[in-house]
């Protein structure tokens, strides 16, 4: 038997079950891993509290990010073997490719099975390696986060160095981009709300940071930094900063449309973004193909993903509540112990 974050009835972070399952036996092309560490992200925020869809099937173990140890395989599995240290695919069907509607039906942590266990069960194919030098923790950052920016900046964006990149605060996908923005050569030009945040911005790169709450018209700020707006806006605040984004972008320039943390109608001047011959990009994470190119880059330029603070597994529920109270700088993870 094994433990698993379940929900089971009820949507809310205090109502989590902590279940014992039975301990998965790989079928052909299957591989068990161990568990060992697991990141959130702000969907499974969404689907804890009933947010993301009253539709998802009960009891359902959630997240959709972890790093672990090969356990054991199934007949016919070619791409692993005991011992090797993988992570899964945030969509276990998108390999290559055009995201489509039975990929997404296949993402973890809410229409299928979740990450939260001690015990994974996942087709060789929805799997990758991890860069050798690495932590599990470090690397149960990687399937949502990296791979979304990854894809942001390096898949639709085509970051070039010498490019005029704005990040919006200090989250998961935000601390990503602005790493591999700088590894491509890029300017970074981070957005925050406090100057202890702007202070570790900086830390990590950040050529410039904009305190939101003391410049409201941060995205003026970001136009005569650069001379006429930057080439790239890694858009996560959605309704309540596209607007804002457009503006602050260069005519031709790209807003990679990433997360829509604000509630209501966005406000949008359309007319803008059609004069500017702006290109607006829905970023739904990526494929496997996408997430081991990430994986070399980090592994060649030594990137190494911020951990704000790690949990033990049997304090899932405070993890996720530190995660909802926005105290945090980049990911917050969840230690699952030994394989």
Not at 186 to 202: C, G
Request: glycine share 10%; proline share 5%; net charge neutral.
């Amino acid at each position: 038997m094994h433990r698993a974050w379940q929900i089971t009835g009820e949507f809310a972070i205090d109502k989590l079950t902590l279940s014992q399952l039975p301990d998965p036996d790989p079928a052909p092309g299957q591989v068990v891993v161990g568990v060992r560490a697991v990141s959130l992200n702000f969907r499974d925020l969404l689907v804890a509290r009933g947010l993301y869809s009253k539709k998802v099937p009960l009891p359902l173990t959630l997240c959709s990010d972890a790093a672990g140890e090969v356990l054991a395989v199934g007949p016919g599995v070619t791409r692993f073997a005991p011992g090797h240290r993988v992570a899964g695919t945030f969509m276990p069907a998108w390999i290559s490719g055009q995201v489509n509607d039975a990929i997404a039906r296949t993402a973890r942590g809410a229409f299928a099975p979740g990450v939260l266990t001690e015990r994974l069960l996942a087709d060789q194919d929805s799997l990758v390696t991890l860069p050798n030098a690495l932590s599990f923790e470090e690397a149960a950052t990687l399937p949502c986060a990296a791979v979304t920016a990854w894809n942001a900046l390096v898949v639709e964006g085509r970051v070039k160095a010498g490019d005029n990149v704005l990040v919006q605060g200090t989250g998961g996908v935000s601390i990503f981009a602005l790493q591999f923005a700088l590894a491509a050569g890029a300017r970074v030009i981070a957005i925050t709300s406090t100057q202890e945040k702007a202070d570790r911005l900086r830390a990590l790169g950040a050529h410039d940071v904009i305190n939101y709450v003391e410049r409201p018209d941060w995205e003026e700020a970001a136009r005569k930094l650069t001379g006429g707006g930057v080439d790239q806006v890694i858009e996560i605040g959605g309704a309540a900063t596209i607007g804002k984004s457009i503006r602050a972008a260069r005519m031709g320039g790209f807003i990679a449309l990433i997360g829509n943390r604000a509630e209501g109608p966005a406000d949008v001047n359309l007319t803008a973004a059609l004069m500017k011959a702006i290109r607006i990009q829905g970023i739904f994470v990526g494929s496997r193909d996408m997430f081991e190119a990430m994986n070399r880059a980090i592994a060649l330029h030594a990137i190494r993903p911020i951990v704000d603070r790690v949990f033990p597994f049997d304090q899932a529920r405070e993890a996720m509540q530190h995660l909802a109270s926005g105290a945090h700088f980049s990911k917050v993870c969840v230690s699952v112990g030994s394989a």
